[in-house]
Every structure is written in structure tokens, then in C-alpha cells.
């Protein structure tokens, strides 16, 4: 059994649920103790709850632990099952983050799948659905992931109710060899800016903010912004909430940034804040934005070859990723070599395994 201190690193509920997937891609039974230990409420949370809930029922697996409050679960999965699921996380719990537990093993399931998610789609400490939809969507299918995300209603902090979808198109046995460390030139800069129950200048102030710094940092770049706007009488959100996601295409790969709307919080604000984030981050020259940077390591880790990434920022985040796939498979021939320090770009040489190799 795999034993994982779930307070190393930043300590949050990411390390639970990313343990919790390793272990359902690779049949490895895991036991995360500590779980959360940092925090000023230990342990398990509603929306962590889910994710375990969910990963369970995908690998059929017998846990232990799962209760608000625990600070340890033992998870021993059995098979992976693809097919139609349905989760609802409650409140505002978040959809992407749930989407980035299920979707590895959902991968390498022995069918394709349907999740149907109800939470929050746009959230503080999550990544936002519009960036799981563009950003996040394109660069996996790089390494040969194919998947949509289908956005059926927004649901915001605190009543949430938002409604998603997570399709898995094509099960795969491995994924493939990425190799991208600096990015191309910038093409263009695409995104979207929404508001619900908000009156409609709050999402163009928001597109027209971002717009402008980017055009004022980058120059004569093509911007291009969708507005997201839903008339009173038949908006169907449960309550008020704005944001902004925007992505630039270089070459290959996508760069993302984004920026929630706040009570008191000017839209101006919330448009310049996504965008100086992106203009920071492509301002690296490398491949991928700080928060794809946190997410590819995983799926890196089951190509069978040699990846190698460019990120603008590594975060502790990243750090705690590449430490939790070292304790996994590191004696399954997993290896890494990262230059770079958190809070600088970095770049990152990874060499997977193959799957089949964990299953015998």
C-alpha cells in the first residue's frame, strides 16, 4: 500500500484527490493520512467528499474514511468502468476541480463516459470551466486525450448549481510523448467574459479592459473576446456572478489566465487582472501557463517515454505533483529532472511509464 502524508507541500485537498486518482489508474491501494492538516479546519470537506465519491465509484473501489472531519482514507480500487455518471457537489463546490480527479482514470476506463457535474463552474481557488473548456481541453489533446466539456449552466460562490459535463470521447492505453518547452509566437488572444444576473455592461467593461491592456503590453495583437450575457427574464442562474477567461494561441499550445468578479470588485479590474496575468506569463517564453503547468505532470507521468515542458511559473503546487508521482512509480522507472525554482519558469523532463506495465 502506498502511504501518502497528505501535509506535505501546500497541504491541501489536491494532494487527496490526485493520490486517489493515481491509485485507480494504477489498481495501487493508497492510504492518505494528515489529510488536509494545515488547514484551520482539518480533514475532509463536503467538496472533498465528492471527489472521493466519485473516483471510488469509477474504480469500484472499498474505502475507508470517507466522512466530513476525517483526516485519514484508505482507497483500494478494483477496476476502472467507464459509462454515465452523475455527481452533484453541492452548493459551490467546484466542477474543474472534480473534472481533474476523474478524468485520468476515466482515460484509461474500459468504455467511454458521461459525468454530469452540478456545483460551482466559476469559483475562487479553482480554475474556472471556460478555461477547463478551451485552454485546459486543447493542450491534453496534445498528448492524444479526446474529451469535451460541455457547459450546460454557470454556477457561482455561494449558491453554486452550476451544470457540466465531462465526456470522455475515447479510452486510451497511453498517452503520448509531449515535447514543448518554449511557445511560438503569439498568434492571437481569444476568451470569454460573462455576467449573470448583472446587467450586461459588467461583462463588456470586462472584455473591453482586458482588451485594451493586452493591446497596449502586446501591441497589434488580434483580440477577440466573446460576450456572455443573459437577459433578466430568462437567465437561468441560481445567483449573480461575472468573470473573465482569456487564452493566447501560440503556435501548438494555448496560455490561459482569469479573473472572478467580486462584490465592490470594479469590472475594469477583474478584465486588467486577467490579462496582466497572461502578459506575464507569456512574457516567460515558454510553452505553458502556470496553472497547466500544475496540471500536465500527471498525465506526462503515462506516456511510456520522455516529456519535455517549458512552464512560466513553477508553483509549490507543481512541486508536490511531481513529488506524489515519485513516490507512486518512481520504482516503476518514473524520473524527472527540473530546472527551475517556485515562482520562476521552469522547465521539466519527465519520463513516463507505460501503463500496461502497472497491470501486469
Known sequence: MVNIDGSMGEGGGQILRLALALSAVSSKPVR?????????????????????????????????????????VIFIPKELKGGSYRFDIGTAGSV?????????????????????????????????????????????RLLGASFDIVLHRRGHYPKGGGVAELVIEKTISRLRVLKAVKRGNIL?????????????????????????????????????????????????????GSGIVLWASCGKTLLGADSLGAKGKPAERVGEEASSILVEDLSTGMAFDRYMSDMLPSFLAFTGGVSEIGGSKLTMHASTVLRLLEIFFGDSGLEYELDGEVGKPFTLKLKGIDPASLHG
Open 32 to 72: 492518505v493520512y494528515n489529510i488536509r492538516a494545515k488547514r484551520s479546519k482539518p480533514g475532509l470537506r463536503p467538496q472533498h467528499l465528492i471527489a472521493v465519491k466519485a473516483l471510488s465509484e469509477i474504480s469500484h473501489a472499498e474505502v475507508s474514511g470517507a466522512n466530513i472531519g476525517s483526516t485519514e
Open 96 to 140: 474543474s476541480l472534480v473534472i481533474q480527479a476523474i478524468i485520468l482514470p476515466l482515460l484509461f476506463a474500459s468504455e467511454p463516459s458521461v459525468v454530469r457535474l452540478t456545483g460551482g463552474t466559476d469559483v475562487p481557488m479553482a480554475p474556472p470551466i471556460d478555461y477547463m473548456r478551451y485552454v485546459f481541453r486543447h493542450n491534453l
Open 188 to 240: 492571437e488572444v481569444k476568451g470569454v467574459s460573462h455576467a449573470v444576473r448583472l446587467p450586461f455592461h459588467v461583462a463588456s467593461r470586462q472584455a473591453l479592459a482586458a482588451r485594451r491592456y493586452i493591446q497596449e503590453k502586446l501591441g497589434d495583437i488580434h483580440v477577440s473576446i466573446e460576450i456572455e450575457h443573459y437577459k433578466k427574464e430568462w437567465d437561468p442562474h441560481l445567483g449573480p
